[in-house]
């Protein structure tokens, strides 16, 4: 069965310093990648994915991702974090083709310090 | 459009009481999803539907049952109600073009 890891589980910054989240998956197939976001109180929304093509994938809210498919990783980053990231991140991979099951990472907490 | 909808937003429950979470989307997709949250235990699958009329099991699907009862609608039971089954409970839904998941509101669940 796939796995993801998240390794950080909880993380604190102050505001401007830059993030890196770390997601490593297990599948050696071909995969679907997903960062999610969850915002206090709210729920789950998609930040980015990555399906083929340019490794380095950009999302919404100037986080970027990218996929290094030698080192089974695809990690979040942005260079210069806000308050309003405060949030939980979430990981996900999915087989490509076949059924949709999407298997997630435990999350990781960011608290940004203004 | 709505998205994905959830009732109820919180439920309180003794122990072996039953009750149905109702979950449905606007968007015509064709899968869906339900799925608990626990601290430090991230999302795990309970069951989905890949389509309408077929249901399978997903991580952790003992003391839940599920209908799919349209191409909108996925409804998630719990017969007799434990402690354990104490939780955020989120429906989603997913389309095969984008394969993103659309997540609803959630539901708190409290089971005493």
């Known amino acids: 069965a796939q796995s993801v890891s998240q390794h950080n589980h909880h993380v604190i910054l102050s505001e401007a310093a830059s993030l890196e989240l770390g997601c490593n998956y297990s599948?050696?197939?071909?995969?679907?990648l997903f960062w999610y976001v969850q915002y206090p109180g709210q729920h789950l929304q998609l930040l980015l994915k990555?399906?083929?093509?340019?490794?380095l994938v950009k999302g919404i809210k100037g986080f970027e991702a990218e996929f290094i498919k030698s080192k089974f990783s695809f990690n979040l980053r942005k260079p210069s974090v806000q308050w309003s990231d405060t949030a939980e991140y979430f990981c996900?991979?999915?087989?490509?083709?076949?059924?949709?099951?999407?298997?997630f990472g435990i999350g990781t907490k960011l608290q940004v310090i203004p | 459009n709505a998205g994905v909808t959830q009732t109820p937003k919180f439920q309180v429950l003794k122990t072996g009481q039953s009750m149905t979470l109702q979950c449905a989307q606007d968007?015509?997709?064709?899968?869906m999803y339900w799925y608990r949250q626990d601290p430090g235990m991230g999302l795990r699958l309970i069951y989905y539907?890949?389509?309408?009329?077929?249901?399978d099991k997903g991580e952790v699907p003992n003391g839940y049952n599920v209908s799919r009862l349209n191409k909108r609608e996925f409804s998630l039971r719990l017969e007799s109600a434990a402690p354990s089954q104490t939780s955020v409970y989120f429906c989603?839904?997913?389309?095969?073009?984008?394969?993103?998941?659309?997540f609803g509101p959630g539901t708190r669940l409290l089971v005493l």
């Open positions: 989603a839904s997913s389309n095969p073009q984008t394969e993103a998941q659309y």
């Open positions: 599948y050696g197939g071909t995969v679907n």
């Open positions: 990555y399906f083929s093509g340019d490794p």
């Open positions: 996900a991979v999915r087989h490509s083709g076949g059924y949709q099951k999407v298997t």
């Open positions: 968007m015509n997709h064709n899968s």
């Open positions: 539907s890949a389509s309408e009329g077929t249901t």
